[in-house]
Structures are given as structure tokens and as C-alpha cells.
């Protein structure tokens, strides 16, 4: 059996959520959503990261999935992350940009920000 666990919680003065998928209880994948506390349009996607072993089984995309559908239910109207090539290979900026983001700015060190416009939800918090 498959799961996503959520668990709430502040970082500064973000409103943290962490994501862990676990598989027959055992914890293969995480995600981390921050909703910025100066601009709650805005959530930011951290950390996405699958054992080894687990890859390529689908779960990074039933994290990103959940990772929208928190960040939509917290009243925010986009999801921005930051691929650095340091940590991730060029298909995963790809991937990131078949899923629906944009390259917004390419800063130092390579590190790229892209950013995906959220659907809008009804009776979403603010
Ligand atoms: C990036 C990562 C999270 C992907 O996890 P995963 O569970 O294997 O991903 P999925 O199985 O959901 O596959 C996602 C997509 O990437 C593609 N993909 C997966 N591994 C790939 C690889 N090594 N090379 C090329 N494409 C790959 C899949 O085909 C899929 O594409 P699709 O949506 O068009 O079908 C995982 O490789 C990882 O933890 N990497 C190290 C940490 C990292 O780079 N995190 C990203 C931080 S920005």
C-alpha cells in the first residue's frame, strides 16, 4: 500500500507543509511546500527527492501532484521552485517543464526559477 503523508508546520514564518510517501510503511519520498508569509499567492516547492532504489515508479509525480493541491488549498495562485544543476540533471528541469512551469529567471550559479500557475479553488484559505 501507497500513501502520502502530510504534516504541518512552520519554518520562520512560513507556513511549512511536508510531504512523505511510504510505501508499506516504509518512507521512499519526500516534498517539502512553503507558503511565503509576505505574499500567500505565492507557494515554494523544496526538496523533492525518491530513494534510489524507488525511482522511476511514478511517485515524484504523485508528490508534485500533491504539492499543487496543497498549495491551491492554501489560497495560493502559483507553486515557484529552484532547480540548481548542481543537484539535478537536465531532464528534471525538462520534466518540470512538461508539468506546467516557466523559466522565470536564471541567477547565479547556474540555479533556475520556474514558476507554474495554480487553478484557482474554491473556498481555498488566504
Ligand atoms: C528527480 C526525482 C525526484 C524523480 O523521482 P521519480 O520518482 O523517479 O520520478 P517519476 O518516476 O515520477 O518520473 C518523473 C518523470 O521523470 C522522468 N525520469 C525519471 N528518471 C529519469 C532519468 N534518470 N532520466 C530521464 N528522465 C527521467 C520520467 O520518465 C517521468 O517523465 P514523464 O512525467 O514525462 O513520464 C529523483 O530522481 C531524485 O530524487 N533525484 C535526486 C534529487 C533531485 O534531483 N530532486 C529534484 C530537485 S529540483
Avoid at 512523505?20 to 505574499?39: F, H, Q, T, W
Wanted: one cysteine or more.
Amino acid at each position: 500500500m501507497t500513501e502520502i503523508l502530510k504534516f504541518n508546520t512552520k519554518w520562520n514564518d512560513s507556513d511549512r507543509t511536508i510531504l512523505l510517501y511510504v510505501m508499506e510503511d516504509k518512507p521512499i519520498g519526500s516534498a517539502i511546500i512553503d507558503i511565503n508569509p509576505r505574499d500567500k499567492d505565492e507557494g515554494m516547492f523544496w526538496n523533492l527527492q525518491v530513494d534510489k532504489e524507488f525511482r522511476h515508479m511514478g511517485t515524484a509525480t504523485r508528490l508534485l501532484e500533491e504539492a499543487t493541491k496543497v498549495a491551491s488549498e492554501k489560497g495560493c495562485i502559483m507553486l515557484c521552485l529552484e532547480w540548481n544543476p548542481k543537484d539535478s540533471g537536465g531532464w528534471v528541469l525538462d520534466w518540470y517543464k512538461r508539468k506546467g512551469f516557466a523559466i522565470q529567471d536564471s541567477g547565479r550559479c547556474g540555479i533556475v526559477r520556474m514558476i507554474m500557475k495554480l487553478p484557482s479553488r474554491k473556498g481555498a484559505k488566504k
